[in-house]
């Protein structure tokens, strides 16, 4: 079963703009992680968050972790035709060492 | 350096046949992962090892699943008398760590 919802679950925006999404999970974490997969393509690795830690950053992307509410956000800044594709957020659901992944945000960036 | 490589890509296979996929870890990770995605879906877990050790496979549907990792490195992922039901993209991961998993291109499985 899975873990995690993204909200929107879909989201197109126009090139340049910048493009948010969040993701809420049901058990206590270790940590959080945001993977993109472009179509037809594998799971890249965007970053990890700590259960610990409020905020990450890493380059364009800032991911902000609320334990208190059991939920995460991505924020992608300025975006590119190049970020169009499917993100994901992963959860270690109480320190497990499999991943829980939640559905996905379809992210469109238009030119 | 090499990442995790998956093969076939693709397979083809008619019901009721068994299928054998594989998986090159990242050299040195300790542990590999499988998972299975539905199309729009996110991954879901199957099964991990921690080297040659199978620690948690509450994620096969069935015992027509069955993976094994005999050296701790290459592992392969076995489903028996296929069904349609199974036709899904499976992924695997390594990782030297607990924390970061890196994917692999998966397996596109098409069981007709």
């Known amino acids: 079963s899975q873990q995690g919802e993204e909200d929107p679950q879909a989201l197109s925006i126009q090139e340049g703009e910048n493009a948010t999404m969040n993701c809420s999970y049901k058990?206590?974490?270790?940590?959080l992680q945001w993977y993109r997969q472009n179509s037809g393509r594998g799971l890249v690795h965007l970053i990890l968050?700590?259960?610990?830690?409020r905020e990450k950053h890493s380059g364009r992307l800032r991911v902000t972790l609320d334990t208190s509410k059991k939920s995460s956000s991505l924020l992608i800044t300025a975006s590119r035709a190049a970020d169009t594709a499917s993100y994901f957020c992963?959860?270690?659901?109480?320190?497990?060492?499999?991943?829980?992944f939640g559905q996905g945000t379809r992210l469109t960036i238009n030119p | 350096g090499a990442g995790v490589s998956q093969s076939p890509r693709y397979k083809v296979t008619k019901r009721g046949q068994d299928v054998a996929l594989r998986c090159d870890p990242i050299?040195?990770?300790?542990?590999l992962y499988w998972y299975r995605q539905a199309l729009g879906q996110g991954p879901e877990f199957l099964t991990y090892?921690?080297?040659?050790?199978?620690?948690?496979k509450s994620g096969l549907p069935n015992d027509r699943f069955s993976a094994e990792r005999p050296e701790g490195s290459i592992s392969t992922l076995t489903i028996q008398r296929t069904e349609q039901r199974d036709s899904a993209m499976y992924r695997c991961?390594?990782?030297?760590?607990?924390?970061?998993?890196?994917f692999g291109p998966g397996t596109r499985l098409t069981v007709l």
């Open positions: 991961a390594s990782s030297p760590t607990r924390d970061t998993q890196y």
């Open positions: 058990t206590s974490i270790n940590n």
């Open positions: 968050i700590r259960s610990n830690e």
């Open positions: 992963a959860t270690d659901a109480g320190g497990a060492q499999k991943l829980v």
């Open positions: 050299s040195g990770h300790v542990s």
């Open positions: 090892f921690n080297y040659e050790a199978q620690q948690d």
